[in-house]
């Protein structure tokens, strides 16, 4: 994807592993990529239902306020998002792993509107270790691109590596988890997420 802003708002690359996920939509006007645009900005806000989007309940997603409350709003910076790995439940985070809010901007020129959201992992809410499989350098950056009649969905994660500050037995847990995800399993629910972000529906 080229795009004036891609490689600037996305993080380094400096350890471990990174993956890409992108999906394109060319429509046939600009008026209705502007408003396939609006549907995948509205699909993208509702995290609590992500699950829904990507077609496949592999993992669940709550959003919630820094206390840890379930809400039903827009996502903010220092927002919590809740997910719930089947059958790996982490001892840290209540069972759920965690990632925050880091960043969230939207811009609009003209005939090119961008929503930019990235989340980093994080400890659950009142708590101190970091309750996710990855370590809390890693990152996840979700990009919605208008451009004219074209409209663009990816996912970017970056510097993924396992956490392993979390005990003998949730380290275990993080191998399993992570190693699931770096062989594919959530590449599948990343890819069809982002396909069902910008469906013309």
Not at 20 to 39: H, Q
Not at 93 to 120: A, C, M, N, S, T
Request: hydrophobic share 35%; proline share 4%.
């Amino acid at each position: 994807m080229k795009d004036p802003y891609y490689t600037t708002l996305l993080p380094l690359q400096r350890v471990g592993r990174k993956c890409d996920n992108v999906s394109r939509n060319r429509c046939p006007t600009s008026t209705e990529a502007a408003m396939l645009f609006r549907r995948a900005k509205k699909r993208l806000k509702d995290i609590n239902r992500w699950e829904v989007v990507a077609g496949k309940e592999k993992a669940t997603f709550t959003l919630t306020d820094r206390f840890g409350h379930l809400i039903h709003r827009a996502p903010e910076v220092g927002d919590c998002i809740r997910i719930g790995l089947p059958k790996l439940k982490n001892r840290y985070g209540g069972g759920y792993d965690w990632v925050k809010i880091r960043f969230l901007q939207e811009r609009e020129e003209d005939d090119y509107q961008l929503i930019i959201l990235r989340v980093q992992p994080c400890p659950s809410p009142g708590k101190r270790k970091i309750a996710h499989f990855l370590h809390h350098k890693s990152s996840n950056t979700f990009l919605l691109i208008r451009k004219d009649k074209e409209v663009w969905a990816s996912i970017h994660g970056r510097n993924e590596t396992i956490n392993y500050s979390s005990g003998l037995i949730n380290s275990l847990r993080n191998v399993v988890a992570a190693w699931g995800g770096f062989m594919g399993l959530s590449q599948l629910q990343w890819q069809d997420f982002v396909e069902g972000l910008i469906e013309r529906k």
